[in-house]
């Protein structure tokens, strides 16, 4: 066979137990279980941080977020590239970024031959800009007006649509050549999760407005959420994971059209999960090192695999571009901190224990590291270094018991973990501050309806 093709699509805030083969019932995700069924499911995939620039450094570049100068800033020129290694090696590498954080801006377009910051270009109606705007476009009554004009006032998309994804990713590949690596990156399943093109009643509209005020209070302002409200944001969560699962489920089939899927590994994963009130918030706070976070899909589709795998043991999406060199036959550059999952599946034995998992949320006054293995989770903090909590994953899946003081001997060893991290990142430390990119305005705004500044 000649070298494989890789295609890597990666869904936002898309939590493993929302898909149908990791359980949810009813299914809204066929064509992800049908990958699922003929591919490799992990079962224990483990994302590195808590929001999209704390995972992404560990998902693409396989170093730690803390390191090369952490992750708020452009990424760091010394972190290594598995990219451009893929690039150097004869892979034409593309690239469909529709999230602000994971821009040019940021130095996500490195190694790619071809990368496009995909925006949205909408702008909110001029009535939001006023005072008291907003609460008229929360009204049914305004849209009934306003469509009578023709005016639909829906709120401005913050993303770009699975939908015009897809056909960019389609049209990239009837010219391409291979091999090729390609990496997609799906929004719909994050807050606001709205499908606007779908929004034409006037009450529909309103809602959605409503829906946009009432969790910025929830997540920024501590208000509560009723057991009625949280059911309409799952639901709409579910409709925006079965929409963007019909684009991936169209994305295969155009794959296949173009003679490109017997020789093409598909990959599913996620950058984080989401949160729906567990611990009191709704979304990705970045504080929330828990599994309804940390924990996400990881299916590996291979054209030559026979049958399919589930394994069962924990995995780090720290390893995920090792495993793509791998299969790819690259060699990796230097400085990469995963290792290749290969072995997992080809092997009758793979070491004795499944490697540790490191989770972290970086910022200037804090940073939290989640040490996980296959049977305990260990959380420390900067803030509160003698406050550290320790979760036994067995008999306390939801994380609520704090036994730490259960584990003496334990908890030291995972400290030990803790301040090893710590050293290992400080030995990549630049000399000067890497400082956050200025943003325009429009950028601020999507960022803030996405739920990232207040």
């Known amino acids: 066979?000649?070298?494989?093709?890789?295609?890597?699509?990666?869904?936002?805030?898309?939590?493993?137990?929302?898909?149908?083969c990791y359980g949810h019932i009813p299914s809204v995700t066929p064509n992800l279980d049908q990958l699922s069924a003929a591919g490799i499911r992990f079962q224990q995939a483990i994302t590195g941080g808590s929001w999209t620039q704390a995972a992404f450094p560990v998902l693409l570049t396989s170093t730690y977020a803390s390191m090369h100068g952490g992750c708020l800033g452009p990424l760091s020129l010394?972190?290594?590239?598995?990219?451009?290694?893929?690039?150097?090696?004869?892979?034409?590498?593309?690239?469909f970024s529709t999230s602000p954080l994971l821009s040019r801006m940021y130095g996500y377009h490195r190694g790619f031959h071809h990368f496009v910051d995909l925006v949205p270009g909408e702008s909110d109606p001029l009535l939001r800009r006023f005072k008291g705007g907003e609460r008229l476009l929360r009204s049914p009554a305004t849209h009934y007006l306003t469509g009578?004009?023709?005016?639909?006032?829906?709120?401005?998309?913050?993303?770009?649509?699975?939908?015009?994804?897809?056909?960019?990713?389609?049209?990239?590949?009837?010219?391409?050549?291979?091999?090729?690596?390609?990496?997609?990156?799906?929004?719909?399943?994050?807050?606001?999760?709205?499908?606007?093109?779908?929004?034409?009643?006037?009450?529909?509209?309103?809602?959605?407005?409503?829906?946009?005020?009432?969790?910025?209070?929830?997540?920024?302002?501590g208000a509560s959420i009723t057991s009625a409200q949280r059911e309409h944001y799952i639901r709409l969560y579910e409709q925006a994971l079965q929409y963007t699962d019909d684009q991936i489920g169209r994305f295969i089939k155009t794959l296949d059209k173009l003679g490109h899927l017997a020789n093409t590994i598909v990959i599913i994963t996620s950058d984080h999960g989401e949160e729906f009130m567990e611990r009191g918030r709704w979304g990705h706070l970045e504080i929330n090192l828990y599994d309804e976070i940390l924990k996400v899909p990881l299916i590996i589709n291979l054209p030559d695999l026979l049958g399919s795998r589930v394994i069962q043991r924990q995995v780090r999406l720290l390893d995920l571009m090792p495993t793509i060199l791998d299969l790819c036959t690259c060699l990796p550059p230097e400085g990469l901190q995963g290792t290749s999952l290969v072995p997992l599946w080809t092997q009758d034995s793979f070491g004795n224990e499944a490697e540790i998992s490191i989770s972290e949320r970086l910022r200037n006054d804090s940073h939290i590291v989640a040490v996980r293995t296959e049977a305990f989770k260990y959380i420390w903090d900067s803030r509160h270094p003698h406050q550290a909590k320790l979760h036994d994953l067995q008999f306390d899946p939801g994380e609520r018991y704090n036994v730490s003081l259960r584990y003496p001997e334990l908890s030291r060893k995972f400290q030990d973990c803790v301040a090893t991290h710590i050293s290992l990142v400080s030995q990549t430390s630049p000399k000067h501050q890497v400082l956050e990119p200025i943003m325009e305005d429009e950028i601020l705004r999507r960022l803030r309806d996405l739920g990232y500044v207040e």
């Open 148 to 221: 009578m004009l023709g005016v639909h006032m829906r709120p401005a998309r913050v993303y770009v649509s699975a939908e015009e994804l897809t056909d960019m990713l389609c049209a990239w590949l009837e010219n391409v050549e291979g091999p090729f690596f390609a990496w997609a990156h799906y929004m719909d399943v994050h807050w606001p999760y709205h499908l606007e093109e779908r929004l034409i009643q006037p009450r529909e509209i309103a809602q959605t407005w409503r829906d946009l005020t009432h969790l910025y209070r929830v997540n920024w302002k």
């Open 78 to 95: 010394e972190r290594p590239s598995p990219i451009a290694a893929l690039a150097e090696n004869g892979y034409t590498t593309g690239g």
């Open 1 to 20: 066979m000649n070298k494989p093709n890789v295609i890597l699509l990666t869904i936002d805030a898309l939590r493993a137990d929302m898909l149908g």
